[in-house]
């Protein structure tokens, strides 16, 4: 059925009104054979019959002309928004334009909004899935946070537990310190008795003195600032000092006590004498402690560089289970007596591999204790004459053979008072202060051949008043002695370093020899 | 010098970049403003290749961005002599888009040159595509980019590329 003629002719005309279209009719090479139509609105003008339309409407390239196609919403280059139509008719082509703006505006609102809806959805995904990620890493977070608090809280219980432990070990030194100074004091304390006491005093003391080097070395090593201080010494002389020492406590336990050196091991080696000294005096101290028949033998072997030291007892020895604890902090055997800070096997292992060496247990319960060590060490040269004499054990010598004078810088009355005892004694004169700023100018007025001085003293403190004393020009020792922790930059200000409690006939002996180099 | 001109689309998801590219390689210019492009946009652009002594004019389609292609669409890709493929770095998902109007092209018209841009380099904190997978995308199409329209990253030696792959593929006679 055909639609009335007026209503074609007013369709007709309101398209042709809204789409100006604009019509070519192009031959097979995309030439112009003709057109027809208002062409201004397309931006396709100059066109001339014969033209290659290819060249002002670039759409047309690689588009065939063979067959009927339809483009919607084409942007040409002259920016006209166009239906393209291409209408093959016996050889050649028309190409019809239609104007498309209004569609276009139309259409282009409608998806940009859907896109511009689109991306805000990706987008919310996105951080739907950054803020899974989030919470899930903040469940990994709360975990970890979660083991943390209970690896602190089980530090924290035996870190009580440690100091529980340590208040009854510092608590028997110390009663038995403080009651045998009371019955010294007595008046009806016999003269033997006194000496009886002051024995006992001073051996509870140098207990509680090896109790607060054992936690010091834990701390030092805890924060790594322990130190090694290597140098050439006699390593037979360690192991003649040794058994000097170990060979009476065994005797009077019944035990045969063995040394055994291989000839291959060098006379002399380059290491730290006083930390391996500490290592096998724990290691032998406990064999002769713990072993109630048989006997304890040290033996050492030397190879490739290596030294390998062998701590061998009879005693009850230590079960498997046992063996995997010994050597945790704050841990014992328990076959073993609990006495002791519990410290010393621990700092053994951490000052061996301090050394670059290695310590290993081989044990069956019943039948004794096998502990190895193996370190690196350099073969030296005999020690020098000064080493020598500065390992000489101190004796009568001790005493000053002229007169000359000390300063010493300390705020603890009793302190003072018992090094200017021995001081005095020893023929020396004497200048004392309880402050640094004092003590500096003192020392720059008098001059004395030494200074002693403490660490934590009033004014600027031990280690600024030495520097400054050698900034004054002051040119002779400055000993440091001091409760304090003094790193090594701290300890290079003095000559010499001794920690308090200092056995008194070496610091004697070291002040002796101090001012008569000088 | 031979002159040669060849018909070039540039396809991919919606909002992927692809008329900021066109615009970064046709006029040197960005701008940051998303308009969405509704049916297609032709632009030309000459480049001298040299080496092959041809002058080149590169007539590009910028077709509106979709995940997959319908006949409106394939009406606008037949003539082509290759294809740029444009996905959105930070939206990973729109490769999966390329690939199917990949497949689709390939069942359609064969085989042509093409390159694949991963756009929007320049957002980095909000990259999606770790060099593995973009190294497994590379050996996916004849080249792959990491360009940025905002800045102009590769965007010009992207096309360059595609030009010269359309050149040999002329040359070869196919």
């Given at each position: 059925m055909e639609l009335p003629v007026p209503v074609v002719d007013y369709l007709q005309s309101n398209f042709l009104e809204e789409t100006r279209p604009f019509c070519l009719l192009l031959d097979s090479d995309y030439r112009v054979v003709d057109s027809w139509g208002d062409n201004s609105w397309c931006g396709l003008t100059g066109i001339e019959p014969g033209s290659d339309m290819r060249e002002t409407a670039p759409f047309l390239?690689?588009?065939?002309?063979?067959?009927?196609?339809?483009?919607?919403?084409?942007?040409?280059?002259?920016?006209?928004?166009?239906?393209?139509?291409?209408?093959?008719?016996?050889?050649?082509?028309?190409?019809?334009?239609?104007?498309?703006?209004?569609?276009?505006?139309?259409?282009?609102?409608?998806?940009?909004?859907?896109?511009?809806?689109?991306?805000?959805?990706?987008?919310?995904?996105?951080?739907?899935?950054?803020?899974?990620?989030?919470?899930?890493?903040?469940?990994?977070?709360?975990?970890?946070?979660?083991?943390?608090?209970?690896?602190?809280?089980?530090?924290?219980?035996?870190?009580?537990?440690?100091?529980?432990?340590?208040?009854?070990?510092?608590?028997?030194?110390?009663?038995?310190?403080?009651?045998?100074?009371?019955?010294?004091?007595?008046?009806?304390?016999?003269?033997?008795?006194?000496?009886?006491?002051?024995?006992?005093?001073?051996?509870?003391?140098?207990?509680?003195?090896?109790?607060?080097?054992?936690?010091?070395?834990?701390?030092?090593?805890?924060?790594?600032?322990?130190?090694?201080?290597?140098?050439?010494?006699?390593?037979?002389?360690?192991f003649d000092d040794l058994a000097g020492m170990m060979a009476p406590l065994a005797a009077e336990k019944g035990l045969a006590f063995a040394t055994m050196v291989d000839p291959e091991v060098p006379d002399v080696v380059y290491a730290d004498e006083m930390r391996l000294r500490q290592v096998l005096i724990n290691l032998l101290g406990n064999a002769v402690k713990f072993t109630l028949e048989g006997s304890v033998e040290i033996a050492a072997t030397y190879s490739a560089g290596r030294l390998q030291i062998t701590v061998a007892d009879t005693g009850p020895g230590i079960s498997a289970v046992d063996q995997e604890r010994v050597f945790g902090a704050f841990?014992?055997?328990?076959?073993?007596e609990k006495t002791g800070a519990g410290l010393g096997l621990t700092i053994s292992l951490r000052l061996v591999k301090l050394m670059n060496g290695e310590v290993s247990l081989e044990s069956v319960p019943g039948e004794g204790c096998r502990f190895c060590i193996v370190i690196p060490v350099a073969a030296s040269v005999a020690p020098s004459a000064l080493?020598?004499?500065?390992?000489?054990?101190?004796?009568?010598?001790?005493?000053?053979?002229?007169?000359?004078s000390v300063l010493i810088c300390d705020d603890d009355r009793d302190m003072v008072?018992?090094?200017?005892?021995?001081?005095?004694?020893?023929?020396?004169?004497?200048?004392?202060?309880?402050?640094?700023?004092?003590?500096?100018?003192k020392t720059l007025k008098y001059k004395p051949d030494l200074v002693l001085m403490d660490c934590n003293v009033p004014g600027i403190g031990g280690v600024a008043a030495a520097r400054q004393l050698r900034e004054e020009g002051f040119r002779e020792p400055i000993v440091a002695l001091t409760a304090s922790n003094l790193d090594a930059e701290e300890q290079s200000a003095f000559t010499r370093f001794f920690r308090k409690p200092a056995p008194m006939q070496e610091l004697l002996t070291e002040i002796k020899h101090l001012t008569h180099e000088t | 010098?031979?002159?040669?001109?060849?018909?070039?689309?540039?396809?991919?998801?919606?909002?992927?970049?692809?008329?900021?590219?066109?615009?970064?390689?046709?006029?040197?210019?960005?701008?940051?403003?998303?308009?969405?492009?509704?049916?297609?946009?032709?632009?030309?652009?000459?480049?001298?290749?040299?080496?092959?002594?041809?002058?080149?004019?590169l007539v590009v389609w910028d077709v509106a961005g979709s995940d997959r292609f319908g006949d409106k669409e394939f009406a606008y890709?037949?003539?082509?002599?290759?294809?740029?493929?444009?996905?959105?770095?930070?939206?990973?998902?729109?490769?999966?888009?390329?690939?199917?109007?990949?497949?689709q092209i390939g069942d359609k018209y064969g085989d042509a040159p093409s390159v694949l841009l991963l756009n929007k380099r320049d957002l980095t904190a909000?990259?999606?595509?770790?060099?593995?997978?973009?190294?497994?995308?590379?050996?996916s199409f004849n080249g792959a980019f990491k360009t940025s329209a905002k800045t102009g990253d590769e965007v010009e030696d992207a096309f360059k590329r595609l030009a010269q792959l359309i050149v040999e593929n002329e040359l070869r006679g196919k």
């Open positions: 390239v690689g588009l065939p002309l063979t067959a009927v196609q339809r483009f919607e919403f084409i942007e040409t280059v002259g920016r006209a928004i166009v239906h393209a139509h291409l209408v093959p008719d016996r050889g050649s082509c028309y190409v019809v334009l239609l104007d498309a703006r209004l569609a276009h505006a139309a259409q282009q609102a409608k998806q940009q909004s859907v896109n511009e809806h689109r991306l805000l959805h990706a987008r919310q995904r996105k951080f739907i899935a950054r803020q899974r990620e989030l919470i899930s890493d903040l469940i990994e977070t709360r975990s970890q946070l979660e083991h943390h608090r209970q690896d602190a809280e089980r530090s924290s219980a035996e870190k009580s537990r440690f100091i529980a432990s340590m208040s009854h070990e510092f608590r028997t030194p110390l009663a038995s310190i403080i009651n045998y100074a009371e019955l010294a004091a007595a008046a009806d304390t016999s003269a033997n008795d006194v000496q009886k006491c002051v024995e006992t005093i001073s051996r509870s003391a140098r207990h509680l003195t090896s109790l607060v080097e054992a936690l010091l070395d834990d701390a030092r090593l805890d924060a790594g600032q322990l130190e090694l201080y290597e140098h050439d010494f006699d390593l037979y002389k360690v841990e014992r055997g328990s076959a073993r080493d020598t004499d500065m390992l000489a054990a101190p004796g009568a010598d001790a005493m000053a053979q002229k007169p000359l008072a018992l090094i200017e005892h021995y001081l005095h004694r020893s023929g020396y004169g004497l200048i004392t202060s309880s402050d640094t700023t004092e003590a500096i100018e | 010098m031979t002159r040669l001109t060849s018909k070039v689309c540039v396809v991919g998801d919606f909002a992927v970049g692809k008329t900021s590219v066109v615009e970064r390689f046709v006029s040197n210019h960005f701008s940051a403003k998303y308009l969405s492009t509704v049916g297609v946009k032709i632009d030309t652009k000459e480049i001298e290749q040299s080496a092959l002594g041809v002058t080149h004019k890709l037949r003539g082509a002599s290759g294809y740029i493929f444009v996905a959105d770095g930070t939206r990973a998902l729109t490769i999966e888009s390329v690939k199917t109007i990949q497949s909000e990259w999606e595509v770790n060099d593995e997978r973009f190294e497994s995308l590379q050996a």
